[in-house]
T-cell receptor, first 113, second 115 residues
Framework: AQKITQTQPGMFVQEKEAVTLDCTYD???????LFWYKQPSSGEMIFLIY??????QNATEGRYSLNFQKARKSANLVISASQLGDSAMYFC??????????FGIGTKLQVIP | DAMVIQNPRYQVTQFGKPVTLSCSQT?????MYWYQQKSSQAPKLLFH???????NEADTPDNFQSRRPNTSFCFLDIRSPGLGDAAMYLC??????????????FGPGTRLTVT
């Protein structure tokens, strides 16, 4: 079984500042992946970044980076140089087992001009 | 561009009237998923197809059925929609051989309203 915990229901960040969205996970699978998705108000889920449990380095994709701390079971998303278009819901997720992906409840990020 | 397409984007149905939502993909992915997402909640997996093998989640109501006639298409049938079934329905695909493990590609979703 897998579980994702996102403890920040809402976050505010000033435009051009960096922000960290928290995610902790629990899984019994020895090999797993961690994902972050962005969901704007329009509803589509947009893949942002992936971290494999055996990856030696933290994943980065443009302004997004994943701060992976395996011992703490955390996979925080860092968004650098926030933009107004970053305002959205952000979901952390993990896979494992037979094709199953489990999502957290999300964090609503609002970027302030 | 390869993508996941969902039609319609908005669907209104009457209480108890069967409705079908459709999903198609041009990614040639072997796994397809249906999620239900209610307002301010995480997506909840209803079922998925691994190739032709259907996998139902234990808590998915019998009112929800699915069909996958070929690799490209997958349908979600709600036999007798209730007011509690109003939600966004998200279709997703993945490829088991992907280096990214089971990264899922989502369609834009169908927002279902039940009147």
């Amino acid at each position: 079984a897998q579980k994702i915990t996102q403890t920040q229901p809402g976050m505010f960040v000033q435009e051009k500042e960096a922000v960290t969205l928290d995610c902790t996970y629990d899984t019994s699978d020895p090999s797993y992946g961690l994902f972050w998705y962005k969901q704007p108000s329009s509803g589509e889920m947009i893949f942002l970044i992936y971290q494999g449990s055996y990856d030696q380095q933290n994943a980065t994709e443009g302004r997004y980076s994943l701060n992976f701390q395996k011992a703490r079971k955390s996979a925080n998303l860092v968004i650098s140089a926030s933009q107004l278009g970053d305002s959205a819901m952000y979901f952390c997720a993990t896979n494992g087992g037979y094709q199953k992906v489990t999502f957290g409840i999300g964090t609503k990020l609002q970027v302030i001009p | 561009d390869a993508m996941v397409i969902q039609n319609p984007r908005y669907q209104v149905t009457q209480f108890g009237k069967p409705v079908t939502l459709s999903c198609s993909q041009t990614l040639n992915h072997n796994v397809m998923y249906w999620y239900q997402q209610k307002s301010s909640q995480a997506p909840k997996l209803l079922f998925h197809y691994y190739d032709k093998d259907f996998n139902n989640e234990a808590d998915t109501p019998d009112n929800f059925q699915s069909r996958r006639p070929n690799t490209s298409f997958c349908f979600l049938d709600i036999r007798s929609p209730g007011l509690g079934d109003a939600a966004m329905y998200l279709c997703a695909t993945s490829r088991t051989s992907s280096d990214r493990g089971r990264e899922q590609y989502f369609g834009p979703g169908t927002r279902l309203t039940v009147t």
